[in-house]
């Protein structure tokens, strides 16, 4: 199964600025999916991103608060913009396949305050 | 609708005590069914992809099965290490969104 590198692991932001999150895969995926996680809960998907097209989000984010960029089949970014408390939480990518498993990043925890 | 639910919310079990966690699903078409480790502050680890019922696969001392309506991962006389939230998640074969049950924390007590 792939391999994530995810980073940072870890922040804490100041309101209203933004953070931008990364995920390296050690191969090539065809999509890669974004996630975000508040503490005790499950994984909520925020948008599916593809090679080449713009990011597909799920009903309640947009794009100009998580702006995503695929650019080429090993690398995407999230960035978390203007934040504020509410958005404090794990933020996960996850990529792969169905033959060799889909696995996740480490994941990044952040704090807004 | 497709969706999943997972119980036992929390299990407490004393270590060498074995168990099940039980993952039911509806989905149109199952394209497979996953199962993950999550510790704390942590990235889920993937444990198993299912993709036909009567399927098994094992790892140490686990074990996941799947039938048309369930999957059970069952855990042999599990140690402290094992101790975990363990999450299921389903893929239909309409695309390819993952849907995720709660999962189910597991604390095994020395």
């Known amino acids: 199964s792939a391999v994530i590198s995810q980073k940072p692991s870890r922040d804490i932001c100041q309101r209203g600025t933004s953070l931008t999150i990364q995920c390296q895969v050690d191969?090539?995926?065809?999509?890669m999916f974004w996630y975000r996680q508040q503490p005790g809960q499950s994984l909520t998907l925020i948008a599916t991103?593809?090679?080449?097209?713009?990011?597909?989000?799920e009903s309640g984010f947009v794009i100009d608060k998580f702006p995503i960029s695929r650019p080429n089949l090993t690398f995407s970014t999230l960035t978390v913009s203007n934040m504020s408390p509410e958005d404090s939480s794990i933020y996960l990518c996850?990529?792969?396949?169905?033959?060799?498993?889909?696995?996740f990043g480490s994941g990044t925890r952040l704090t807004v305050v | 609708e497709d969706q999943v639910t997972q119980s036992p919310e929390a299990l407490r079990l004393q270590e060498g005590e074995s168990s099940s966690l039980n993952c039911s699903y509806t989905?149109?078409?199952?394209?497979?069914l996953f199962w993950y480790r999550q510790d704390p502050g942590k990235g889920p680890e993937f444990l198993f992809t299912?993709?036909?019922a009567g399927e098994e696969k094992e790892k140490e001392r686990l074990k996941a099965t799947l039938t048309k309506k369930e999957s059970f991962l069952h855990i042999t006389a599990p140690k402290p290490e094992d101790s975990a939230t363990y999450l299921c998640?389903?893929?239909?074969?309409?695309?390819?969104?993952?849907?995720f049950g709660t999962g189910t924390s597991l604390t095994v007590i020395p």
């Open positions: 996850r990529a792969g396949d169905l033959s060799y498993g889909y696995t």
């Open positions: 191969s090539q995926v065809t999509m």
């Open positions: 991103a593809n090679q080449g097209s713009e990011a597909t989000y």
């Open positions: 989905v149109s078409g199952l394209r497979g």
């Open positions: 299912l993709y036909s």
């Open positions: 998640a389903v893929q239909a074969h309409t695309g390819n969104q993952f849907y």
